[in-house]
């Protein structure tokens, strides 16, 4: 910024304009030495103060351009980082909209005594009855609460399919149908001890068809074929980010996707993390290192998986998608490159639903009328910002003519000076 008292003097000076978020612009008035005191005290006077009165004017006329600048700048930065507040509110109402409008997605059955219930996803594995996870439900059918009390089976939490909900049956058939019947099925233990009771070897290295989940399965009058996934919590490696403010059911605060504007890709409804609810009874649980279910076990299973409304909306967002996603209407990326086609496969083990479709369609009703009033905020708020930018464009075409302006004046104080001291040199 130029000083208030700037004055002219007989060694040369360097003059900084103005600072701007863009660039730095100097100018340097070596050759702007103005008339020197020997060339006052023979008459230049008069032209001298000329020459000090416009420099200080020009000085005062950028400074103040400058300072509109960084105002204007400052100006945009908060419109923007409201409208990006906005933008979050508004997209974080979309996930809660879609969920109850995937409910009526092609395929789904509206009737309330169609849902996945909790008993019917017990029906349903246990249907696998030569499965780990049949027999454990077997064993909790047949013993209820004691079953945990077992030194065989107090490490496990429970079942995949048991330890999370949806809000609705399309979500349910399409994150089960993402992870497959085997992960579905899959025992989920607290520790790796847990894991090594649940299967033992002899000697020989074999596994001892009388001990653990095998010896379990027979004395009840099962056996236990084929291999069957175990998740063991304090070896996975869980989620190391912020959760959501104020949330129960503390979803993890990941980034939403952007598209090269800045705006959210249409059709994006959330995470299918953020998607799974833990039931109130598992929401106090935590590993030894203090993770709960969300930030372990389903980051694990779902990382950063994406869910949006329609395959072609999912489709155009490409470029957003690193980790896999998933549409309402069937479509489904794997992982980054890697698509699954064909026809949508019915799981027979889901997620059991949560809340009844009477409670979501007040708490949907109200979602709307909020968020009619944000996109009005938005748009007045990108109003606003067109407004800004232009101001901040003019003050800019403004700023680059005053320095036009004041690097043509340096160059006639310059031939002014060269002028005045080769007549001071004649005489």
């Known amino acids: 910024m130029f000083p208030s008292n700037h004055q002219f003097s007989g060694q040369p000076r360097a003059l900084a304009v103005v600072e701007t978020t863009t660039a730095s612009i100097q100018v340097d008035l070596n050759e702007a030495s103005l008339v020197s005191r020997d060339e006052v005290q023979n008459g230049g006077f008069s032209e001298a103060k000329s020459i000090m009165e416009s420099s200080e004017k020009l000085q005062d006329d950028l400074r103040m351009l400058g300072m509109k600048i960084k105002q204007h700048e400052d100006s945009l930065k908060l419109l923007r980082n409201q409208k990006n507040k906005l933008d979050d509110t508004i997209l974080d109402m979309q996930v ?3 969920k109850y409008h995937s409910s009526s997605s092609p395929g789904v059955n509206k009737d309330e005594s169609h849902l996945q219930s909790e008993h019917e996803t017990t029906e349903q594995i246990l ?5 780990a996870a049949g027999i454990l439900c077997q064993l909790k059918a047949c013993h209820g609460s004691q079953a945990s009390h077992l030194s065989l089976t107090k490490d496990v939490l429970g079942v995949v399919a048991t330890l999370g909900k949806v809000d609705d049956e399309n979500l349910s058939r399409i994150f089960s149908e993402y992870l497959g019947v085997q992960t579905m099925l899959a025992v989920v233990c607290n520790t790796f001890e847990g894991v090594k009771a649940l299967e033992t070897f002899n000697q020989d290295g074999c596994i001892d068809k009388t001990s653990g989940l095998h010896g379990l399965a027979a004395s009840i009058g099962r056996s236990l074929d084929g291999r069957f996934l175990v998740i063991c919590l304090e070896n996975l490696r869980p989620y190391a980010g912020d959760f959501v403010a104020e949330d129960r059911q ?16 249409p059709g994006f409804l959330g995470f299918a993390v953020n998607m799974i609810n833990v039931d109130s009874s598992n929401l106090s649980f935590v590993t030894a290192s203090g993770e709960g279910l969300r930030e372990t076990l389903f980051y694990n ?3 950063h ?3 949006y409304q329609t395959r072609a909306e999912m489709v155009r967002a490409l470029p957003c998608i690193s ?3 998933v549409s309402l209407d069937g479509g489904m990326i794997r992982s980054n490159g890697v698509f699954s086609l064909g026809s949508r496969e019915e799981v027979d083990v889901r997620f059991p639903k ?23 905020q938005k748009e007045k708020l990108e109003e606003d910002i067109k407004r800004e930018l232009a101001l901040l464009n003019t003050a800019k075409f403004n700023f680059e003519r005053k320095k ?4 043509k004046f340096l160059a006639q104080s310059s031939t002014y000076a060269t002028q005045h001291q080769f007549q001071a040199g004649r005489r």
């Open 354 to 376: 949560t809340s009844t479709m009477l409670e979501e369609l007040e708490s949907y009703s109200e979602t709307e009328k909020q968020m009619i009033e944000m996109r009005w």
């Open 305 to 307: 998986l994406q869910v």
């Open 404 to 407: 036009q302006d004041f690097v």
């Open 323 to 325: 980790e896999g996603a």
């Open 250 to 265: 503390r979803r993890l605060d990941l980034l939403k996707p952007r598209l090269p504007n800045g705006e959210c890709p």
């Open 127 to 131: 249907r696998h009855e030569k499965s």
């Open 301 to 303: 299973l779902f990382s």
């Open 96 to 98: 809660m909209l879609g």
